[in-house]
């Protein structure tokens, strides 16, 4: 960044004169807000809610760690502005630049040197701002004699805003918002927003009607991963003690099992922190994926220790045995899918930043299963196992306990499946041809539920939220792009019932400043409406969004849409770009790059 920051300003000089300097800016493919700060109050205007944001919410937000604010949206930016009447300039033989330069001249603070006397030396402070906008109106334009003619002569001054290029509607009323980006390194998306939320709700030196409110949180993604994560580690280890606890009727060998998902997860961390990774929702996919196939490697190795128990070996010897007849057949079970995963680590450009993580905490923890499974659980069996001795299914004891008899009771049925399963696989085997012949039938017949299935390039994801970015008829005015975007609203409220409606916000125009890098508007007839759904809506934000897009097409035929679901995870997907497919066409020359781009775009 530092590289291209000199090389840019090395061509500043070739520029026009008044060029301000360029603005290099790091991206990549979760260059997103991971929320928004609204700010709305009934009784403030716009020109006093963007004062607000800008000098007391953002400053007040801005110490949060691995936060990134730019400037705020919407709002009218607070200006002093002097409103002159030309016919009473023409009467007094001035111009506007008149007036102009009389500001100048007089508001202003002017170095005046100091001062010594006696022993001391006094620096004069020359101050000649004004302290109210009307006292604007007294500054001295002409002079004729004994007269002059003041600024209140030919106009008026007052506490105003400056031209507005840019508006901000929160439910239908013009308000402001500030968007919160998150730096790169090892910033935290689940901090940060929380560090927001948190400050948000300890705002001062703000009036009482004002009101913030955290929308479009991209950090719930993360926390919907942890969850699932959770979620997947909690299924499988209960799972598999109900399982092992069935067929081997021994506490101490559930016990056994539980320890290599946690201890397997906590491997694959310490590595990935080794080399340097953070945790994100790409590695917590892979540790989800993996978790059903962790327990796989502890479950055989214990199976088979088991056994060796029941044949009357004492605790050390059948660990021992155990785990070294299945060490091999393990191991190849292990690299099967490591070999399926592990090519994915070597890919190239952006995929290689979104899916090799993936793959490696996959690949990692299947190998720590496998030391664990090799390791830990003949250690946890030599020591804590007691011998088993087995005799037509059942010692006498287990027979005489409530859980031995469910055991020998299970072990019987399961017997009887097991002959059941057994006389039909030889059955299929006599008819080699039948049973092909069948299962074909069985596959072709399945083929018929493919046109049902949806499709999708990546694989779609239900954000809660949509945006849609709009652009009315090219050169239309900021207040005809308003009144366009009211009817949008309306027509969202129509096909979202209230009790799933969150909130939606729109992002109109684009002002000529700094804030204009963060936003995807390009002018003032184009803008972004996000519309947010409650916590458990009853239908899917890609529904609502599809509706949407039926109803705008055929309401407003003149209006150009362009929908997306608003998700840092389809954003990582897509590699940073809006939409799934990204057409871009390069020539030497601009305007068949433009046609070229324009037949792409019809086609």
């Known amino acids: 960044m530092t590289e291209l920051s000199n090389l840019a300003l090395a ?32 009784g403030l ?23 990134e604010i730019p400037g705020v949206f919407g709002g009218k930016y607070r200006q002093a502005m002097i409103y002159v009447d030309p016919y009473k300039l023409l009467s007094r033989q001035l111009s506007v630049m008149d007036v102009v330069g009389a500001v100048n001249n007089s508001n202003l603070i002017l170095p005046a040197g100091d001062v010594k006397i006696g022993s001391n030396d006094y620096y004069i402070y020359s101050n000649s701002l004004v302290k109210d906008v009307k006292d604007l109106d007294n ?66 030196d703000l009036p009482r009607q004002l009101k913030t409110s955290i929308v479009f949180d991209q950090s719930v993604f993360v926390k919907q991963a942890l969850k699932t994560v959770f979620h997947e580690g909690m299924m499988g280890l209960v799972l598999t003690s109900l399982m092992i606890l069935i067929f081997l009727g021994s506490v101490r060998a559930t016990c056994a099992v539980l320890l290599s998902i946690p201890i397997s997860a906590m491997a694959t961390l310490v590595v990935l922190y080794m080399l340097g990774s953070t945790v994100n929702t790409m590695i917590l996919g892979g540790l989800a994926l993996a978790f059903s196939r962790v327990i796989d490697n502890s479950v055989i190795s214990l199976e088979n220790i088991y056994r060796h128990l029941e044949l009357g070996e004492p ?3 059948a660990a021992e045995q155990g785990g070294a007849e299945v060490n091999l057949a393990v191991l190849a079970a292990t690299l099967v899918d490591v070999v399926d995963f592990f090519p994915v680590t070597l890919l190239v450009g952006v995929s290689q930043f979104l899916f090799s993580s993936l793959a490696l905490s996959f690949c990692l923890s299947l190998l720590a299963s496998f030391v664990v499974a090799m390791t830990v659980i003949p250690l946890f069996c030599s020591r804590f196992l007691k011998g088993v001795h087995r005799e037509h299914g059942a010692t006498k004891s287990e027979e005489r306990s409530p859980g031995g008899r469910f055991n020998a009771w299970f072990n019987r049925m399961f017997r009887g499946v097991l002959d059941f399963y ?28 493919y046109p049902f299935l949806g499709r999708a390039f990546f694989p ?12 009315v008829p090219t050169g239309s005015r900021i207040e005809v792009t308003d009144r366009y975007v009211a009817k949008i609203e309306d027509l969202i409220r129509q096909v979202i019932p209230p009790s799933d409606l969150k909130m939606i916000v729109s992002n109109i125009g684009v002002v000529n400043d700094f804030s204009s890098l963060y936003t995807t508007n390009s002018g003032q007839y184009t803008a972004t409406i996000q ?15 599809n509706r949407v897009k039926n109803q705008l097409r055929a ?49």
Request: with cysteine.
């Open 11 to 42: 061509d500043l000089k070739r520029l026009p004169p008044g060029t301000l300097p360029p603005v290099v800016l790091k991206f990549d493919a979760s260059s997103l807000p991971v929320c928004l700060v609204t700010v709305k109050g009934e």
């Open 45 to 67: 205007n716009e020109t006093q809610l963007h004062d607000l944001a800008q000098f007391q919410i953002r400053n007040q937000i801005a110490v949060v760690n691995g936060a």
């Open 139 to 204: 500054l001295p334009l002409k002079t004729v004699g004994a007269r002059w003619a003041t600024v209140g002569d030919v106009g008026e001054a007052k506490d105003a805003s400056q031209l507005q290029y840019n508006i901000v509607r929160i439910d239908g009323q013009k308000s402001a918002y500030i968007p919160i980006m998150k730096q790169g390194g090892d910033t935290n998306t689940v901090q940060v927003v929380d560090d927001v939320r948190t400050l948000t709700s300890r705002l001062f």
């Open 315 to 317: 605790p050390a010897i």
């Open 422 to 449: 057994e006389r039909w696989v030889r059955r299929a085997l006599k008819r080699p041809a039948l049973t092909v012949a069948l299962l074909m039938c069985i596959f072709f017949a399945s083929l018929g539920i």
């Open 460 to 471: 779609q994801t239900d954000a809660g939220q949509f945006t849609l970015n709009i652009k």
């Open 531 to 545: 519309a947010a759904l409650n916590e458990g809506h009853s239908i899917g934000s890609l529904v609502y969004m």
């Open 555 to 603: 309401r407003f035929p003149d209006v150009r849409a362009f929908f997306q679901s608003g998700s840092m995870v389809d954003a990582i997907l897509n590699s940073g770009m809006p939409a799934p497919i990204d057409v871009q066409v390069n020539t030497s020359d601009l305007a068949t790059t433009y046609q070229a781009a324009c037949r792409s775009w019809e086609c």
